[in-house]
């Protein structure tokens, strides 16, 4: 069972940066891929960013990219999300998700555990 707790949310104005964590445990070999999701109220669950534990540069979203940068530090089981330069669109429950296939697509049902979750908030 992969268990996946995030932190680092928050309230920030435009312009700000704010940095996710995600600590996953169970076994790698379960989790071989990770991802970042977003949720806006009245909104659909978003994929944000993606990125394997085997290695290989992360992938993102059209919406993120120049902006947000994730990483991982293996020894610490735990992945992270830079978001530079916010923006009130970026406002939403962020989710960290693992699947358990090395390359998933990008929809919320290729993704079997999932975090609870974590408010950002960007102020204009």
């Known amino acids: 069972q992969v268990q996946l707790a995030e932190s680092g949310g928050g309230l920030v104005q435009a312009g700000d940066s704010l940095r996710l964590s995600c600590t996953a445990s169970g076994r790698a070999s379960s989790r071989p891929t990770m991802a970042w999701f977003r949720q806006a109220p009245g909104k659909g669950r978003e994929f944000v960013s993606g990125?394997?534990?085997?290695?290989?540069?992360?992938y993102y979203a059209d919406s993120v990219k120049g902006r947000f940068s994730a990483s991982r530090d293996d020894a610490k089981n735990t992945v992270y999300l830079q978001m530079d330069s916010l923006r009130p669109e970026d406002t939403a429950v962020y989710y960290c998700?693992?699947?358990?296939?090395?390359?998933?697509?990008?929809?919320?049902?290729?993704?079997?555990?999932w975090g609870q979750g974590t408010q950002v908030t960007v102020s204009s």
């Open positions: 990125m394997r534990w085997s290695g290989g540069r992360p």
């Open positions: 998700a693992a699947a358990a296939i090395l390359y998933p697509g990008r929809a919320p049902g290729d993704y079997n555990s």
